[in-house]
Each structure stands twice: as structure tokens, then as C-alpha cells.
């Protein structure tokens, strides 16, 4: 049985990657050096793999920053403004991931949007009529010399031509479909290529085919590689889909003479079916994704071993896969000097599934895997408990009633009701939690964790911040107020440290975008929550002024989709699991004054399922539940606001209305308010304040062009429903910058206010 990888993480086990960058966007080291750092990644990332006897390792996976960018890069797609810079390949190429200010000009950066279903983003290839899409780099090709100088022959990778058009954003009159002739005979030319360098395999990832595909769009997907595919000579061609199945087009690609698919296994809910139902070609080869690139958890052999069985009856050439890149877990547990052995027992990072296809590959090769000590091993692992259990949450869970998941007095009662208490003026002004992080913010958290201050002194710092806060915002005269969230390093990190159930690393990165890592929490057992976790930090700000303070919570939905989720129970039941937990921190906060409370779920969207046929079923039935659950125990008069990042919500705008908060604030002032239509044709019930102005930029908005919004959004939403705010939390702004906008949004309100 042979062994494949789709692609490998790239920032190195220590980030070394995105040191190196970071020293090079600094000028502190040159591209020469920056080049060394990658080809030692590259070089140790294909020898683990060699040792680990991986059959098909990857190469071009490797990236300076993403690659659906290299593979515009390769294919010309250059928008002319950082062309006109007149800078080195590499230097315009960063120039398209980060933007360019300098000597040469001033340009912004590409857009950049999530990778699919995961955390990782992309950007996003711009084409206008005057693209002209051909074979303009030599990196993929180079990678794979490169591997071969040093003995290791790999399967060149590169972002497919349906998936690059699809995901392409067009800025003049032509489409997608004006495109498909240039784009064919460019990865008809790459083909070439590699057939003169001798490469074997290429592997063309397509992973816009998990998604709803169109007849139109099938058309397209044929269109493209019929042509491909007619010219590819020797090379054999490996389509590779990942982050689900393909089953809007799954005839359509055993049609069609690739000579290899690669189907996910774990994410593909509908892939075993679909492989039994209408069976898979002899002609060609079964990539199985059977080890999950996207989770931490150990492989469980004896499921593996009985799906690659029940495969072999299907197919008559398998090779077993990993479901995607590994590019979406961490590294190696080798670095992890922290964890329990307890704990590592169960996890596998990028190595560790190397080790897993190693081991895999010898027991299936074996007359009865199921001797093997390796199988018993695996076997004796799941078998075991995990001690991850709390019966007291479980028997808590199992005893919600519908009840539970329903706020009474129902909204309009409510908004009435609060609207007498709060007293607050129209258009009532309010942020969205954190005010800036600064610098000493962040020593004294790191000064803390070292131990160089004891708990006292780092608690005193933190009520010092929050005590200035609040009166400068008094001071200003917002009206709803916010301690500031000193407190915390992250959103989610915070609360899960707090809550039980959590697992912590040191070194396990994932890269979210360029040099951005992220270092997800694990969720090992069954979460509760020993102890109250904001309510000292919210009560003493709320003693400070007469004014309302919002306590600040991270919804339980949020919380989960930025964590690695357990394996063994489903999504559903952990996300209620935590809504528990902060429903409790809710009522905590109430008991303690705290009047108004706002449970972030900045991640909501993110992970709705790739087809919107799974939306409900596979997700929103459960996601909403959850935050209902989180506040339906406060009283009437008890006001519950929720935020949630990116516009996109026209869709599941019903959904949102139906968590059921009493406000809500949001992103939208980058996608120029188009929120407000779809809030306005729905007749929305929630309050809502659409974010005024961006706060991604350290632009200072004036109080002209905020008045302009406010009066944008009062055409379309109920002035008794409309709220003043930005549009995300301010943590990563200057003080300055943060203060001034603030005074320029009160002030537009208050302008506003006085003509209504
Ligand atoms: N309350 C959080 C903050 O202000 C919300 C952050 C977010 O939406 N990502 O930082
Ligand atoms: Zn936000």
C-alpha cells in the first residue's frame, strides 16, 4: 500500500519561516538569506517525510506566504498596479500579500478570504481584461529540482485551474469563462514542462468541488480539463479534492481520464456512498483520504484498516492519503515539554501522522494486521479511558428540555421593558470590548506568566487600565461602556484556560494567514467551569460609573471553532457543553449587577458547512441552540448584546435573528452596509449596530463621513433600533487614533440625535 501527503506544512516547527520574513520585511536580513531559511525547510520537511517512507511527497507546497498567490504568480495574474512598481519577482509578490509603501509608490495588498472551512486564508487572485493568463514562473518546477538534487523525487502540487477561476476575482467586463483557453493551455504548458524534467505525477488540487457545483460550473470543470488533460504526455495527473466530498460531480470526474482522484474520507460525508453506489474507474487510482489533516488526534486503526478494506473492494489501485494538507495542524509534538505523556499519547501533528502512514502501511502489508503489536497498540489507545468525563456535565446535558433554549419574556416585551430601564438617547453609542493592547499592556501579562510580578500586582495593573478607561469613555460620553478586556490575550484562549477540559501547548502553530500563526486550544474532555472568569474585572468597572457596562463574553460557538474539536463526541454536543459553562458566567454576572452582556460569536459564520444544503442540518440546528442556551436564563430586563465579525450574513440573516439577542453589532463597514438591506427586507427584530467605521485601518473617520453612514443606515433601519459603534474591537489600534474616532462617532450621533 502506498502512502501520499498533500502538501506539508511551512513555517517550520519554531516559525522559522515567519521569523525570517519578518526580519526580511524589516530590511534585516536580505532575500538571499530569507531564500537559505526556505530551502532548509524545504529540505528538512522532505527528508521526515522520505524517512517516514511516504510514497508521494509533495513539493511547490512550500510557500512565502499562500498558495493559491504562487499560483497566480506562476500563471501571470499580476494586477498591473504592482507591476508598475518595477520590483523583483519577490518583492512584488510581497508587495500582493502585503500591500507596498515605499519609494516606488503606494498600493494596498491583495483581498484575502478564508481557505474553505478552515482558518487558513487566501489571496485572492485579481484578473481584469487585460490579464493575460500564461506560464510566467518557474517555482513549481524548481522545488521539484531542487527535491530531486537531494535524492527525494516528489509530486509536484499546484491550486487547479476550476478552483483558481472559480475563487479569481474579476474587475472588468470578462468572466471566468473568457479565461478558460488561456488557463488550459497554461497547465497544458506546466505539464509539458514537468514531462521534460521527468517528474511522474503532478497533483492538481481542486477543492472548490467539495462545494454546491452548478451544471454550468461542471461544464466549466470539463471544459478546462478536457483540454488539460489531452495534452499531458507521460506525466500522470492526480486530481485532488479535500474538505469534502464531491457529489455534484462525481460521474463526471471517472469520466474524464485523470489518472488519479483523491477523495476525502473523513470530511466527505458522502464519499463512501458515492464510491459504492457508482463504483471508481480501473483506469485509474484511489487517492484515499483516510488520516485527518485538519485535526490533532490520533488515527484509529481499526476504522482506517476497515474502510481501506471495504475501498480495495472498490477500487483496484489505492493508495491512502491524508484528507488535506497538513498544512492546517501543528508541526511535532517534540517541542511540547509541557504536556501530560498522558495527553501526547493521544495526539498526532504533522510528524506524528507520518509516523502514522509509516505504520499503517506496514500493518496492512502484514497477513493479519489485526496481530500487529503496532494494531494492538492503536487498539489498546481507544480502548482505554481517557478520563475526560465529567458525569455531572453529561447528566446535565441530558436533562435540557426545550425550555432551556428559550428566553421568555419573548423579544418585543423585552425591548420594551429595557428600553424604560437603560433610558438610554436614540442612536445610544457603545464599542465592541477591547481598547488598545499596548505595550505595557502586554508586558504586564508576560511579566506575569514569568513570575516577575506576583498575581496582586498584575491584577492592580489591569483594575488601573480598566479605572482609566472607563473615564475616558465617560468622558467622552459613550453611553454604553466596556472595561476593556486588559485581561486577555485572545478571545478564546482566555476562556478556555479558564474552563475546564481545555489543553494548552507551547509550540503548536498553525499558520492563519502569511506570517500569522495561530496556536488553537485543544478541547479534551468535557468542559465545566470551576469559577466565575470576568466577573471581578466586570463588577469593578461597573462600580466605577452610573453609566451601564457591558460584561464581555466569548460565545460558545466562537469558542469551539477556534479550538480543536474532539473526535469522540460531536461538535453539537461540546458546543452545549460550553454554552453551560458561560450560561453560568452569565448568571454570575447578572447576580453581580452587571446589566448588560455581550457574548461574542465572532466565528459564527466561518464554519457553516461548504453546501448550503448542510447549513441547517449540520450546523445552524445546533449553533443557534447553543447561544440560546447561553442566555435564555437572565431576566427581562437583563439586556443581551452579541457581535459578530465579517458582513456576509444576508443568507442566514433569519438565523442570526433567531439567537434571539437583544442587540447585535457588526462588521459592515467594509463591505459599504450592504447588511443593512438584507436587515431591512427581513424585518430583522434584533437591534442592530452595523460598525460605522473600519477598524482594521488607523484611519481616523471624520464626523461628516459618519454622519453620511448613520443617515445611509436611518433610511433603511428603525431609528428606535439603531445603535452606534465600530466595527470590531479596538485591540489592535493606537491609543490615539482609538480616542479621536471615538470622539468623532459620539459626536455624529449626537449631530444626528438633534435633527430627528
Ligand atoms: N469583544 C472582542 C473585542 O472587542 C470581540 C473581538 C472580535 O470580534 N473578534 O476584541
Ligand atoms: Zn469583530
Known amino acids: 500500500m502506498k502512502t501520499s501527503i498533500i502538501g506539508y506544512p511551512r513555517v517550520g516547527s519554531l516559525r522559522e519561516l515567519k521569523f525570517a520574513s519578518e526580519k526580511y520585511f524589516k530590511g534585516e536580513i536580505n532575500a538571499d538569506e530569507l531564500h537559505r531559511t526556505a530551502a532548509e525547510l524545504r529540505a528538512a520537511h522532505w527528508q521526515i517525510q522520505q524517512q517516514n517512507n511516504i510514497d508521494f511527497i509533495p513539493s511547490n507546497d512550500f510557500s512565502f506566504y499562500d498558495g493559491l498567490l504562487d499560483t497566480a504568480c506562476l500563471l501571470n495574474i499580476v494586477p498591473q498596479r504592482y507591476q508598475a512598481l518595477g520590483l523583483t519577482p519577490l518583492e512584488t509578490y510581497f ?8 519609494e516606488r509608490g503606494d498600493v494596498k495588498a491583495l483581498a484575502m478570504k478564508k481557505w474553505f472551512n478552515t482558518n487558513y486564508h487566501y489571496m485572492v487572485p485579481e484578473i481584469d481584461d487585460s490579464t493575460s493568463i500564461s506560464l510566467a514562473g518557474t517555482k513549481l518546477f524548481d522545488e521539484f529540482l531542487e527535491a530531486q538534487q537531494q535524492n527525494v523525487k516528489t509530486k509536484p502540487v499546484l491550486i487547479g485551474a476550476f478552483t483558481l477561476l472559480k475563487l479569481a476575482k474579476y474587475t472588468g467586463a470578462k468572466q471566468a469563462a473568457d479565461f478558460v483557453q488561456a488557463t488550459a493551455d497554461t497547465y497544458v504548458a506546466v505539464l509539458s514542462r514537468l514531462n521534460e524534467l521527468g517528474a511522474e505525477w503532478i497533483q492538481l488540487d481542486e477543492p472548490q468541488l467539495v462545494t454546491d457545483v452548478s451544471k454550468e460550473d461542471l461544464a466549466l470543470f470539463s471544459q478546462l480539463y478536457t483540454r488539460i488533460l489531452s495534452a499531458k504526455g507521460s506525466v500522470k495527473v492526480l486530481l485532488q479534492t479535500y474538505f469534502g466530498d464531491v457529489r455534484d460531480g462525481y460521474s463526471e470526474l471517472q469520466a474524464l481520464p485523470f489518472d488519479g482522484i483523491g477523495i476525502d474520507f473523513v470530511e466527505g460525508k458522502q464519499s463512501l456512498d458515492l464510491v459504492r453506489q457508482f463504483g471508481f ?5 484511489l487517492f484515499a483520504g483516510v488520516v485527518n489533516g485538519k485535526n490533532i488526534w490520533k488515527n484509529k486503526y481499526k476504522n482506517t484498516l476497515a474502510l481501506i478494506q471495504e475501498l480495495k473492494g472498490h477500487a483496484k489501485q489505492l493508495v491512502i492519503s491524508s484528507s488535506c494538507s497538513l498544512l492546517h495542524v501543528p508541526y511535532s509534538l517534540k517541542h511540547e515539554k509541557k504536556l501530560s505523556e498522558e495527553n501526547k499519547l493521544h495526539f498526532s501533528f504533522a510528524e506524528e501522522k507520518l509516523r502514522e502512514f509509516a505504520e499503517l502501511k506496514s500493518i496492512i502489508a502484514q497477513a493479519d494486521p489485526y496481530a500487529t503489536d503496532a494494531y494492538i497498540h492503536n487498539e489498546a489507545l481507544f480502548n482505554g479511558s481517557r478520563l475526560a468525563n465529567n458525569d455531572a456535565v453529561q447528566a446535565r446535558l441530558a436533562g435540557l428540555t426545550d425550555a432551556d433554549f428559550t428566553r421568555l419574556p419573548a423579544f418585543a416585551e423585552r425591548e420594551s421593558i429595557q428600553k424604560t430601564k437603560f433610558n438610554l438617547p436614540p442612536l445610544p453609542t457603545t464599542t465592541i470590548g477591547s481598547f488598545p493592547q499596548t505595550a505595557d499592556v ?4 508576560f511579566s506575569f506568566k514569568k513570575g516577575a510580578i506576583t498575581e496582586a500586582q498584575y491584577k492592580q495593573f489591569n483594575f488601573d487600565q480598566i479605572a482609566a478607561c472607563v473615564a475616558q469613555q465617560e468622558e467622552i460620553g459613550l453611553d ?13 484562549e482566555y476562556f478556555g484556560e479558564c474552563l475546564d477540559g481545555f489543553i494548552f501547548t507551547e509550540y503548536a502553530w498553525v499558520q492563519s494567514y502569511g506570517t500569522r500563526c ?6 479534551w474532555g468535557d468542559i465545566s467551569r470551576s469559577k466565575p472568569m470576568t466577573v471581578e474585572y466586570s463588577a469593578y468597572a461597573t462600580s466605577l460609573t452610573d453609566k451601564p457596562v457591558k460584561g464581555m463574553l466569548t460565545g460558545p460557538v466562537t469558542i469551539l471553532n477556534w479550538s480543536f474539536p474532539r473526535e469522540d463526541i460531536s ?5 452545549l457543553q460550553i454554552a453551560l459553562a458561560i450560561r453560568d458566567e452569565v448568571l454570575d454576572l447578572e447576580a453581580n449587577r452587571i446589566e448588560i452582556i455581550q ?24 449553533a443557534i441552540p447553543a447561544f440560546r442556551l447561553v442566555h435564555s436564563g437572565v431576566k427581562a430586563d437583563t439586556q443581551i448584546h452579541t457581535h459578530m465579525c465579517y458582513s456576509q450574513f444576508s443568507d442566514i440573516i433569519r438565523d442570526i435573528d433567531a439567537m434571539d439577542a437583544d442587540v447585535i453589532t457588526f462588521e459592515a463597514s467594509r463591505s459599504d452596509l450592504a447588511i443593512i438591506d438584507a436587515i431591512n427586507e427581513c424585518g430583522f427584530q434584533t437591534e442592530v449596530g452595523p460598525g460605522v467605521y473600519d477598524i482594521h485601518s488607523p484611519r481616523i473617520p471624520s464626523v461628516d463621513e459618519l454622519k453620511q453612514g448613520l443617515a445611509r443606515m436611518l433610511d433603511k433601519i428603525d431609528v428606535a433600533k439603531l445603535w452606534v459603534n465600530p466595527d470590531c474591537g479596538l485591540k489592535t489600534r493606537g491609543v490615539n487614533e482609538t480616542w479621536a474616532s471615538l470622539k468623532h462617532l459620539v459626536q455624529a450621533a449626537k449631530e444626528v440625535r438633534a435633527t430627528l
Open 480 to 492: 454604553v461602556l466596556v472595561h476593556g478586556e486588559y485581561e486577555r490575550n485572545d478571545m478564546v
Open 95 to 102: 508587495a500582493m500579500a502585503r500591500g507596498y509603501q515605499g
Open 599 to 622: 457574548i461574542d460569536e465572532a466565528a459564527l459564520r466561518e464554519k457553516l458547512p461548504l453546501r448550503q444544503s448542510d447549513w441547517q442540518a449540520e450546523y445552524l440546528s445546533w
Open 571 to 575: 461538535l453539537k454536543t461540546s458546543a
Open 281 to 285: 474507474g480501473d483506469d485509474k487510482v
Open 518 to 523: 495561530v496556536k488553537p486550544p485543544i478541547v
Open 442 to 445: 502586554r508586558a504586564n501579562r
